[in-house]
């Protein structure tokens, strides 16, 4: 919808005041309207990588308030002459993220060993989201270490993206020892197990063909989250670029050790003493033009 509606429903309501919170390329234009300079507004955009997306150098100047989400986005900014940039960090709701007594109780239910050592990853599964790494990664542990009992959590969905099915067969690992979130469009219940496709069953209701992996359009309340951090020993967050990555902060407040990537809004996790920096090369996003 973007800028054509955004500026019809302004013109028309013309409210006090406009705040624009998503990436940059979809306020494009904006700033040039009329309208723009006679209301306070303000911009909130993801700015995860570099270079900058060129577009948002170029206007810039024509943004008074310009927030980003990252000391990461503000910094390079500054370095460029944009000192009136400024870092919001984005919000949180404490009341359902935070350590739960009842962690085996937890993992009992969904088949958790008491002595399992769970590894969780949050994510949307996209290319930055480097879930390929990970489990190369912990093949290389399994094999080295062949008594193990970790295992992965990866709260995502299996069926768009990266085919993480077939990164568990390249690397040569046993499908039991990878986990996922299967969640019930029917009666909304969640459950923890090794991927059994998408469609199934629900275990719970009996719903036919209602268990899926969390996606865009279906995932689990902000009770479940919690309860599936709180079911981790330890939470991992490998990705090339990000914006603010919530779930590094969710894991943190529900008490679980963190490693992620020392790089865009991880450089700032990373200066807390108690995150664990994953080495990093250099990663550029790329942008196809649609006009």
Known sequence: ???????EIITKEKPDIFIGANDFWAFNGLYDEPWWNDINCALWTTIDSLPIYKDALANA????NFWVWSKFAETEMHRLGHKHVKTIHGAFDTNNSKPLPNKQELRARHGIA??????????????????GTLLEGYSIHK???????????????WATGWKIEDFIEEFGIDPKDVLATHVCSSCGGYS?????GEDK???????????VTPNTNLG??????????NMMDFYVHPVTSGGLEMPIVEAMMCGVPVATSNYACGKEYCEQDFVDNIDHTTY???FVSLS
């Open 1 to 7: 919808y973007g800028h054509f509606y955004l500026n």
């Open 61 to 64: 100047g024509k943004i008074e």
């Open 114 to 131: 008491e002595d399992d050592f769970v590894v969780g990853f949050v994510f949307r599964n996209q290319v930055r989201k480097l879930v």
């Open 143 to 157: 094999k080295l270490n062949s008594k193990t009992k970790c295992k992965l959590l990866l709260h995502t969905s």
């Open 192 to 196: 923890i197990k090794p991927y059994e």
């Open 201 to 211: 069953k629900c275990g719970l209701c009996g719903g036919v063909n209602t268990l």
């Open 220 to 229: 689990v309340d902000d009770g479940a989250m919690a309860e599936i951090y």
């Open 284 to 286: 550029r996003e790329f």
